[in-house]
């Protein structure tokens, strides 16, 4: 049975860090590229960032672009989220994905096991 566990969320203001990591088990974590989504108050869930089965290519939502960085480490089974310089709008759910394959996809369609999330939340 996959699970994912994502820890790390919390309470912090703006222009602070926090970093995500998100614990998997059940499945070989290497074949897999993965994901985070985020999904905010009467928001619908948007992708986030990707990265695909080596950690070798990455994608991101422009607006977390040069804040964000997605990273994996395949001996720990653990996918990580640096968030830097985080922004009031950037307040949400955060939830990590395995994805089908092992290349990047940004539609959540495409992914096919998700954790329980974690809060952030940013204050001004």
């Known amino acids: 049975q996959v699970q994912l566990v994502e820890s790390g969320g919390g309470l912090v203001q703006a222009g602070g860090s926090l970093r995500l990591s998100c614990a998997a088990s059940g499945r070989t974590f290497s074949n897999y590229a993965m994901g985070w989504f985020r999904q905010a108050p009467g928001k619908e869930r948007e992708f986030v960032a990707a990265?695909?089965?080596?950690?070798?290519?990455?994608y991101y939502l422009d607006s977390v672009q040069g804040r964000f960085t997605i990273s994996r480490d395949n001996a720990k089974n653990t996918l990580y989220l640096q968030m830097n310089s985080l922004k009031p709008e950037d307040t949400a759910v955060y939830y990590c994905a395995t994805a089908q394959g092992t290349t990047i996809v940004v539609h959540s369609t495409l992914y096919d096991y998700w954790g329980q999330g974690t809060q952030v939340t940013v204050s001004s």
């Open positions: 990265i695909n089965w080596s950690g070798g290519s990455t």
